[in-house]
C-alpha cells in the first residue's frame, strides 16, 4: 500500500500528472502490428509465413501489489498477388490493468503493401496502416481513494467505451548481400480519452494523449536458419521525456534464441526463446520469454518484470 499513499499524496499536491499510458513490451519486434498497424512481419517476408496469431502475457514491477498487468492476443493475415498492392489484414484485444484502472480494447487492422519497383514483396515494400476499435476505461475509484473522503464521488467503478483509430507508415527492404532493414513511425491512438468524475467539492479527471513512437529493425543474415537483429523502439508523450528500447537478439541454426536489451529508464532486458517446426516447415510455433531488472540504485524499488510471448505461424502457400 506504501505505492499508492506515494501516488495518493502526489495527487494532493499536483494539478496534473503525465505519464506513458499504452502497454509496453520488451519482446517488440513480435509485437510491430500493435505498435504500427502499417508493420509487415519478418516472419513473413523472410520466411513466408503469411498467416500468424499470438498470445502473450506482461507482469510488471511484481515488487507492487498492484502492478500493472497486460494480456494480449493479436492476429494477421498478409496477401501479395502477382500484380498490385498486396494487403495486410488483422485485429488484437488487450486488456491492461494497473491496480483499480482497467483498459480492454478490440482492434482491427488494415494496411497495404506497394512494392519497390521492379522487386517482389519479399525484396521489399512500403507499407500505410490504419487501425480501428472500441475501448473500454474503467476506474475503480472505492479502490483507488478510501470511500470515507467523499461518498458521493466513490460510489462504484467509473467506465466509458469510446472509439479510436491509429495510422502507421513504415518500409522494409533486403539489401544486395540477402540482409534485411526496416523502419516506421506511427501514432497508434488518434483520439485519445477524456473522462471526468465531479461533484459540488471534488473532482477526478483521468485524459489520455496521443504517443508518438517510431522503430527500426537490422537482421543480418548468417544462414538459412541464423540471424542477428538489432533493433530500436522510440517512444514519445507530450511533457514526457522520449524513451527508448534498444535490443540485440541472435537466433542459432537450431532454432534458438537469446536477446539482451536496455531502456534509457535505466531497465536491463533478457529475453531466450525457442522455434518449434514441424516436418514440412509450414507450421511453426514461436515461445519467448523476457525479463527485465532495473539498474536504478536510488528511489523506489518497483522489481523486475515477466513476460511470456507464444507465436503460431502457418505458411500457407
Known sequence: MRYWLIIICTFCV??????????????????????????????????????????SYRDQWNAVPDRPRTFAIRAESFHAPQRGAGFVYGGYVIHDQAGPFKT??????????????????????????????LNQYRADLADFLATETDPSLLLA???????????????YKQTDRGDYYSFGISVPQLFGLNL???NADNGFDIKRTQHYYAHANYYLVMGQQTYMQLSMWVKKVNDIPVNADINYRYKFSN?????????????????????INNSNLDKRVKIGYAYNASLETLGISFGSTHELNVSYLIDRN
Open 196 to 198: 471526468s468524475l465531479r
Open 255 to 275: 532454432n534458438v534464441w537469446f536477446g539482451l536489451g536496455y531502456n534509457t529508464t535505466k531497465l536491463l532486458h533478457a529475453e531466450a526463446g525457442v522455434v
Open 104 to 133: 480492454t480494447g478490440i482492434t482491427g487492422r488494415v494496411a497495404s503493401m506497394i512494392r519497390f519497383s521492379g522487386d517482389s514483396f519479399e525484396e521489399g515494400a512500403i507499407s500505410l496502416g490504419l487501425n480501428f476499435g
Open 14 to 55: 499536483s494539478v496534473e500528472l503525465t505519464s506513458q499510458q499504452l502497454p509496453l513490451f520488451t519482446q517488440y519486434s513480435e509485437y510491430q502490428a500493435i505498435i504500427n498497424p502499417s508493420s509487415v512481419s519478418y516472419s513473413y517476408y523472410r520466411d513466408g509465413y503469411d498467416l500468424i496469431f499470438g498470445t
Open 157 to 171: 467503478d467509473a467506465g466509458k467505451v469510446f472509439p479510436d483509430v491509429g495510422v502507421g507508415l513504415s518500409m
